[in-house]
């Protein structure tokens, strides 16, 4: 069963305005990522919402090197 709800929340606009850049950056929406963010929090997601956003993220993202190695250093670049 699926239960919609509708809240408010008390947020400082500039908390607000940097969520919504994330979002953007992921390709959702601040819902999206506040619904993803709770489900974390409250318990395991269901198997079907895993599985559509590995499949978004192979189909944005699908990793091909070209058969090009990459070495320890360049996967890890920009991420320390």
Same mark, same amino acid.
């Given at each position: 069963?699926?239960?919609?709800?509708?809240?408010?929340?008390? @947020?400082?606009?500039? +908390?607000? /305005?940097? !969520?919504? #850049?994330?979002? %953007?950056?992921?390709?959702?929406?601040?819902? *999206?990522? @506040?619904?993803?963010? +709770?489900? /974390?929090? !409250?318990? #395991?997601?269901? %198997?079907?919402?895993?599985?559509?956003?590995? *499949?978004?993220?192979?189909?944005?993202?699908?990793?091909?090197?070209?058969?090009?190695?990459?070495?320890?250093?360049?996967?890890?670049?920009?991420?320390?």
């Amino acid at each position: 069963m699926m239960w919609s709800m509708n809240g408010t929340l008390a @947020l400082e606009d500039d +908390l607000v /305005s940097r !969520a919504r #850049e994330v979002a %953007a950056r992921q390709g959702t929406t601040l819902n *999206d990522l @506040l619904r993803r963010y +709770l489900e /974390s929090v !409250a318990g #395991e997601r269901p %198997a079907a919402a895993i599985v559509a956003e590995l *499949d978004r993220v192979w189909t944005e993202a699908p990793g091909h090197s070209g058969g090009r190695r990459i070495s320890r250093d360049e996967a890890y670049e920009g991420r320390l």
